[in-house]
């Protein structure tokens, strides 16, 4: 049994925390948001993901984890002290680093005994040198002594216990082959592969990693656009170029792009690695413009279906930015419903878990339904832009009978054409043909 710290009881920290303690360690989960720290104090969980409620309940009645506000006395309680505060874009871009540093502050202050110091956000390469030096500024005995170690997290949110418990490799990046060593025994129940390197190169492999899998999405998205200019199927086009082991399938499903809490800003944040750098990454900055575009590929559907957006009711079905997760954090909804709003447009929204979450974000104008169904009634048309399951498993007929026009943009091709054909509804997906469109509507007039 290992003394662990996490700092931040984000996506990141709560779901690691649990996984560290369910596998026999006693954790500490601190957070300088009093709320969240209530919450999971009354076990109520901030967050929405599946299985994490029952984790942290059992683990909580062993005495395995612990929650609490009081960050300081958290560090001085354990030999690990991992950091798991959200790395935000800035403004510029760049990957905001005022959470790490104040973490490492507060690190350095409680330093009462050597700890190893592992950091789990998503980081710019040099952070780890960087809180190196602030912990060691910032110490009160000198000679107590820590050791910096990079563990990149890769988690999906929406499975990210089941990521964490099976994960498929941990990375563990230091200088120090005994602290490594340390975390790598630690890792050992997950029963993964580990994949030891140097700070520099475990920071690098996190961004290097997502922004390769954001980039297979906005190539199959630009194939998408082709396959709708030439008439082929983006389905069967990534099935078959999936099929090459080299390539594999997964990260290949066209649609509206990436969206969320790590892909947008991790992108961005590389993007600026590079050019400080002295890199021109010209790849990552054309597959970063692919992806902005592609999320307006369902407003110009819109508009060759309907013309003009004016008075039209839409429904609009998913808010999150993926399915199993109530995460709004850079989801397309954020840009294409305050977008139909402004084009006069009234919108009927459904979000199954993450529809409180959107009305903080969402202009005002926006109602509310409680299913899918029931947000598409009176409506000319509906976009979807997660596919969730209900949303996936709607019951067409009742959807059909009760729009004003079954027009359907398939965001996230949920349906096959041939389906929505049987069914009667005009149908527009990405990189498929669109089915029962109107008249006089061309292939042309879907301006990219
Ligand atoms: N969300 C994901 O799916 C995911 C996946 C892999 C990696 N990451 C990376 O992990 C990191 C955390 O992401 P997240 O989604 O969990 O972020 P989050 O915003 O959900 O949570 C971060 C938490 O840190 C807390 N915090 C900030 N400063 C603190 C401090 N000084 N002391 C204590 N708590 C503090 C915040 O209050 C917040 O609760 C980011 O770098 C992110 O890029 C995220």
């Known amino acids: ?217 906005s190539f199959i998205n630009a194939i998408a656009n082709i396959c709708e200019r030439v008439g082929a199927d983006v389905g069967d086009v990534a099935e078959g170029m999936g099929m090459d082991s080299r390539i594999g399938g997964k990260f290949l499903q066209a649609g509206i792009g990436y969206g969320g809490s790590c892909f947008p800003k991790d992108t961005y944040a590389l993007a600026h690695i590079a050019d400080k750098a002295g890199y021109e990454f010209e790849l990552l900055k054309s597959v970063i413009r692919t992806n902005h575009r592609q999320r307006f590929v369902v407003m110009d559907k819109l508009r060759e279906a309907l013309g003009g957006l004016a008075g039209k009711r839409i429904a609009v079905l998913g808010l999150a930015f993926k399915p199993d997760t109530d995460d709004m954090r850079e989801a397309p909804s954020l840009s294409i419903v305050p977008e139909l709003i402004k084009l006069g447009a009234e919108v009927s929204a459904y979000d199954p878990i993450a529809a409180e979450a959107a009305r903080k974000l969402l202009p005002e104008e926006v109602q509310y339904a409680d299913s899918a169904e029931r947000a598409t009634i009176g409506c000319d048309a509906c976009v979807i832009l997660t596919e969730w399951k209900d949303i996936v498993g709607m019951d067409l007929s009742t959807v059909k009978a009760g729009m004003k026009q079954p027009v359907m943009i398939d965001g996230r091709n949920c349906f096959q054409p041939s389906e929505m054909e049987r069914n009667g509804f005009v149908y527009y997906s990405v990189g498929r043909r669109a089915v029962n469109r109107t008249e006089g509507v061309t292939r042309k007039s879907v301006n990219l």
């Not at 996506?11 to 957070?31: K, Q, T």
């Open 1 to 217: 049994m290992r003394k662990i710290t996490v700092i931040g009881t984000g996506y990141v920290g709560l779901v690691s925390g649990a996984c560290f303690s369910e596998i026999g360690n006693r954790v500490i989960c601190c957070d300088v948001d009093q709320r969240k720290i209530d919450m999971l104090n009354r076990n109520e969980i901030p967050i929405y993901e599946p299985g994490l409620q029952e984790m942290v309940e059992r683990n909580k009645e062993q005495g395995r984890l612990l929650f609490t506000t009081e960050v300081g006395e958290a560090i001085e309680a354990s030999d690990i002290v991992y950091i798991a505060v959200g790395t935000p874009m800035s403004e510029t871009g760049e990957a905001d680093m005022r959470y790490v540093m104040s973490a490492a502050r507060m690190i350095g202050e409680h330093l009462n005994g050597h700890k190893i110091i592992v950091n789990k956000s998503t980081v710019p390469v040099g952070t780890g040198e960087l809180v190196r030096e602030v912990v060691q500024a910032n110490k009160k005995y000198p000679w107590i002594g820590f050791d910096i170690v990079s563990n990149p997290e890769f988690l999906r949110e929406g499975s990210a216990l089941s990521d964490c418990m099976n994960m498929d490799r941990a990375i563990i990046g230091s200088d120090n082959p005994d602290a490594a060593n340390q975390i790598a025994e630690l890792h050992a129940p997950f029963k993964t592969s580990i994949f030891k390197t140097d700070l520099e190169s475990a920071e690098m492999i996190k961004y290097a990693a997502n922004t390769f899998l954001a980039t297979k999405i």
